[in-house]
């Protein structure tokens, strides 16, 4: 409370503070440059990733820690794999579960799951690009995750990438806003698989290019060279 400015990156955080401390922060969100697939030169070598032109790719990148939904999606692969012989589910970052993630899916034989540890941030949109459909998929499970506004979200809009993911506040208000995609309410793995089928049928269908305009549009908003404008001004004023 004794400080000139204070930032964070959503505005569910900055309501907190302000009744928690009387004090108004600075909403900064975390999003990338527009144009985050050309921010990088380096070609990366993908021919780990056994693609073909009928796979659907789905895509998490982030922390692989507890209370992301990452064993419900690994479940969620398996119940999707008695009905499409075409899923590949792709895995991208590293934490506290990555072994235990591991160990899960090489028990229940699952095939369609890749690992790729961490990515360097100039190279991962070339891995981020190759998806269908990503998700993003906390559970609220405490504070920091019901407020939270992940960066991934915006990494994924910033590709033009339909979004499956949490109904959490902030999330919530952009989807409100853009509908980018869907939003579940329990991270269950049926209702995981249930979204990605609906997903797969969204894209096929007549509204695939609605939606693909939607994200376009939240690209043009959710941009660093938007938002620096924010902290510029806290600089400038000092």
Sequence with gaps: PRANYVITPSQSIANYYNIKYNITPIVIRNVPITNLSNSSDIQHNLSQI??????????YQGAINKDRGLEE????????????????FL???????????????????LTNIIFT?????????????????????EKNTNQNYYFSLPNKIFDYINLEKPIIASNLPEINNIFQKYNIGLLIN???????????IKMINLLNGPNALMLKQN????????SWENEKHKLLAIFNNL
């Design 186 to 196: 329990d991270i269950t793995p049926q209702t995981i698989a249930n979204a990605i």
């Design 91 to 109: 895995i991208i970052g590293n934490g506290d579960i990555f072994h235990q993630l591991q160990h899960k899916v090489k028990k229940l034989n």
């Design 73 to 88: 999606l690994i479940d969620a692969a398996q119940l999707l794999s008695y009905k499409f012989d075409n899923l590949l």
């Design 215 to 222: 994200i376009v549009k939240a690209k043009m908003e959710y």
């Design 50 to 59: 056994p693609l073909d032109k009928d796979k659907v790719v789905i895509l």
């Design 117 to 137: 540890g961490r990515i360097p941030f100039n190279i991962l949109p070339q891995y981020t690009k190759m998806a269908n459909i990503c998700v993003s998929l």
